[in-house]
Every structure is written in structure tokens, then in C-alpha cells.
T-cell receptor, first 113, second 117 residues
Framework: AQSVTQLGSHVSVSEGALVLLRCNYS??????LFWYVQYPNQGLQLLLK??????LVKGINGFEAEFKKSETSFHLTKPSAHMSDAAEYFC???????????FGQGTELSVKP | NAGVTQTPKFRVLKTGQSMTLLCAQD?????MYWYRQDPGMGLRLIHY???????AKGEVPDGYNVSRLKKQNFLLGLESAAPSQTSVYFC????????????????FGQGTRLTVV
């Protein structure tokens, strides 16, 4: 069965600092991997996704993630945090094309001035 | 392009009452999902559908029923609401066969905040 583990329910960084949000997955077949962001009282929107091909994926708002099969990881990074990045971030996995999405527990990112 | 629309946005129910949450998508997606979001638990899959007329159980299906009579709609029913069903419910859809691999992401509605008292 698929599963996703996000390490750290809360992460706090200073504005301008590196953002690193960790995600590890379990899947019996090559996975499709996603990062979503949720701003307060809103739905989820896609930051980036990995399906096939290049393992370093760039998304919106300066975020990127690298798929590492050997480590079963898909960590999200941003070189320089901005106050507007404060939100909750969810990692998700699906097993192949059209598979159901399974989410991690979420990581709340706080950005200090 | 409306995307995914959930109705209603807010609702307060008394224990034992029933209600139906409606989800509509206009992207010709094959897959539709219902999730519930609770603090510290992320999004948990309640039920999902891989096509018109089909439904399947997710991680937390007890106390809920669903129907997908039309491709664009996915209904979530609570037959006898309980306080444990107080949550924020999200509908999502994904995967258009005609767009193949480029369209595997899920699109989400704005959520329904349900309180059962």
C-alpha cells in the first residue's frame, strides 16, 4: 500500500533562509509525487509534480523538489523564504497514471521577519 | 472555467441529521475524491471514484456514502451525523484520459466546513 510521511509537523525559518520540507513515500510501483500548498481557509493548489523524466522538478513560487528513488524521498526546497510562503504544505503520492492520491500529514511553515 | 465547485461551503448539523455534500467538476476528469481534513492528520481519503457509476472506499469510509451517477458530479452523504464527523471536507478531481500523463494532478474545491453538534 502507498503511504507518505512528512517529517516535522511545524517548520519555522527566517525570511531569506533556506526552506526544506521533508517527504518520504512508500509505493510498490513507480510513483507519481506531488507537493500541494494550502493557504488559510483555502483549498489546495499544486506546487509541483514528478511523473517521469527529470528527477529535479521546478514548481511555482521558486520551489523545487528532487525525486530520489534510492532514498524514497521527494523533499521540497526553496533557496530564500518569503513571508508569503507561510502556509501548510502537503506531499502526496499516487501509483501511476490516474491512481488515487494519498497525502502526508502536512507541514506548517512559518516565516519569521 | 469553474474547476471544482463544492456546495455548501458551511453547514451546522445536529447529531443524527443527514445531509449531502455536492461536488461538481467541469474538466471532464475521470477520477473524483472526497477527503476530510482534521488538524494534525492531513487529508484522509473517504471515498473515491474512477469513473461514472463506480465508487470505492478510501481510508476512512465509515459513516459516509457516495454516488457518481454523472461523470461531473460526486456526492458525499452522511446518513446520521456524529460529532466525530466535524471536519473540513474537500472534493478533488483528476486525470483526463484525453490529456494523458500531462494531467495527473488533482484539482481541489474550496472545502466545506461541517460542524456536528
Amino acid at each position: 500500500a502507498q503511504s507518505v510521511t512528512q517529517l516535522g509537523s511545524h517548520v519555522s525559518v527566517s525570511e531569506g533562509a533556506l526552506v526544506l520540507l521533508r517527504c518520504n513515500y512508500s509505493s510498490s510501483v513507480p510513483p507519481y509525487l506531488f507537493w500541494y500548498v494550502q493557504y488559510p481557509n483555502q483549498g489546495l493548489q499544486l506546487l509541483l509534480k514528478y511523473t517521469t523524466g527529470a528527477t529535479l522538478v521546478k514548481g511555482i513560487n521558486g520551489f523545487e523538489a528532487e525525486f530520489k528513488k534510492s532514498e524514497t524521498s521527494f523533499h521540497l526546497t526553496k533557496p530564500s523564504a518569503h513571508m508569503s510562503d507561510a502556509a501548510e504544505y502537503f506531499c502526496a503520492v499516487s501509483e501511476g497514471q490516474g491512481g488515487k492520491l494519498i497525502f502526508g500529514q502536512g507541514t506548517e511553515l512559518s516565516v519569521k521577519p | 472555467n469553474a474547476g471544482v465547485t463544492q456546495t455548501p461551503k458551511f453547514r451546522v448539523l445536529k447529531t443524527g441529521q443527514s445531509m449531502t455534500l455536492l461536488c461538481a467538476q467541469d474538466m471532464n476528469h475521470e477520477y473524483m475524491y472526497w477527503y476530510r481534513q482534521d488538524p494534525g492528520m492531513g487529508l484522509r481519503l473517504i471515498h473515491y471514484s474512477v469513473g461514472e457509476g463506480t465508487t470505492a472506499k478510501g481510508e476512512v469510509p465509515d459513516g459516509y456514502n457516495v454516488s457518481r451517477l454523472k461523470k461531473q458530479n460526486f456526492l458525499l452523504g452522511l446518513e446520521s451525523a456524529a460529532p466525530s464527523q466535524t471536519s473540513v471536507y474537500f472534493c478533488a478531481s483528476s486525470y483526463s484520459i484525453d490529456r494523458g500523463l500531462r494531467n495527473t494532478e488533482a484539482f481541489f474545491g474550496q472545502g466545506t466546513r461541517l460542524t456536528v453538534v
